[in-house]
């Protein structure tokens, strides 16, 4: 993923905030980088389509590639959510890793924070993947629903890309520490896939009847 931010800069912040909108996809370690390049104390700069550079122009390109992709993400998922609704998540919420389970949290969520919802959703880790969609589902006004979801994304991404900035030279330790990590979501997936392949490989098996004996 870094590798990728390094060459693709502001279009892959784009695209990949984009997708967190509506699947968890590292917003952290996104903006994290973004603003560890435009800082200027790493190898690569940020990439503004063409233009290589790093500094506040750079920052502030940064930031406004994530918040606007996260943006139009937020607008999709509230689109899907509401164009489907809670009969379509229950039968497709998998694919957006919106589980019944996750899907009974989120309306807890919606209950419990009212109008604020939104908001506190967006500036929560790993919860502000899982709130477009549902906002959608549970009928969240689309346009106070933008205007939350536009202050809390704004506030996550000068945050995040502030602290990638702050960094600085120091992303090459935490970047090497960060390996740990990636290791462990490596095998946890990889442990994921061979569950669900020996089920899928496991034939189903009908328990067996008894049969009276034939007189």
């Excluded at 999709?76 to 497709?92: P, Y």
């Amino acid at each position: 993923m870094t590798s990728w931010l390094a060459h693709y800069g502001v279009a892959a912040i784009f695209i990949l905030m984009l997708i967190d909108a509506v699947f968890p996809a590292a917003s952290e370690l996104v903006m994290l980088y973004g603003g560890a390049l435009a800082s200027g104390a790493l190898t690569h700069r940020v990439d503004v389509f063409g233009w290589h550079g790093t500094g506040f122009a750079a920052f502030v390109a940064v930031v406004l590639a994530g918040v606007i992709g996260y943006q139009f993400g937020a607008i999709l998922g509230w689109w899907i959510g509401d164009r489907g609704g809670r009969a379509f998540l229950e039968r497709r919420g998998r694919w957006f890793h919106l589980t019944p389970d996750r899907l009974d949290r989120a309306e807890r969520w919606f209950e419990r924070w009212d109008a604020w919802a939104v908001f506190v959703g967006r500036i929560t880790p790993v919860a502000r993947s899982f709130v477009s969609i549902p906002a959608g589902v549970f009928e969240s006004p689309f346009g106070r629903y933008n205007v939350l979801t536009l202050v809390g994304n704004t506030i996550w991404c000068v945050a995040l890309a502030g602290a990638g900035w702050a960094l600085g030279s120091n992303w090459t330790t935490l970047h090497h520490d960060f390996r740990y990590v990636e290791i462990a979501v490596v095998v946890g997936i990889a442990a994921a896939a061979a569950y669900w392949a020996l089920r899928l490989r496991r034939p189903a098996r009908m328990p067996s009847a008894d049969v009276d004996p034939p007189r």
